[in-house]
């Protein structure tokens, strides 16, 4: 049984940084793929990031350039650091386990995940 556990949500202004952590256990970690999805109050699911076991990154449009995903293999963590944020950024953010092991690709919807964590929200005021 995986477990995953976001932490590092909060409240911040417009501009500012937060970094989400998400521990992980059950399976071995290095060979899965990892992401990050949100979900705003009345929108769908929404794909973030993710890194694949080989540490290929893949991130959605709206987050290029601002939002950073790592992994660390040794300590079966996963981190998302998120920079320049703003207020469309609000969400509840959850770590998520691909069912996939070993994909190194960049294809990546919630389907394709099998395990989540139970989110952890991020408020952006302007």
């Known amino acids: 049984q995986v477990q995953l556990v976001e932490s590092g949500g909060g409240l911040v202004q417009a501009g500012g940084s937060l970094r989400l952590s998400c521990a992980a256990s059950?399976?071995?970690?290095?060979?899965?793929?990892m992401g990050w999805f949100r979900q705003a109050p009345g929108k769908e699911r929404e794909f973030v990031s993710a890194?694949?076991?080989?540490?290929?990154?893949t991130y959605a449009d709206s987050v290029t350039g601002r939002f950073t995903i790592s992994r660390d293999n040794a300590k079966n963590t996963v981190t998302l650091q998120m920079n320049s944020l703003k207020p469309e950024d609000t969400a509840v953010y959850y770590c998520?386990?691909?069912?996939?092991?070993?994909?190194?690709?960049?294809?990546?919807?919630?389907?394709?995940?099998?395990?989540w964590g139970q989110g952890t929200q991020v408020t952006v005021s302007s």
């Open positions: 059950g399976r071995t970690f290095s060979s899965y793929p």
């Open positions: 998520a386990q691909d069912k996939r092991r070993y994909y190194i690709g960049t294809d990546y919807n919630p389907a394709q995940f099998d395990y």
């Open positions: 890194i694949s076991s080989n540490g290929r990154t």
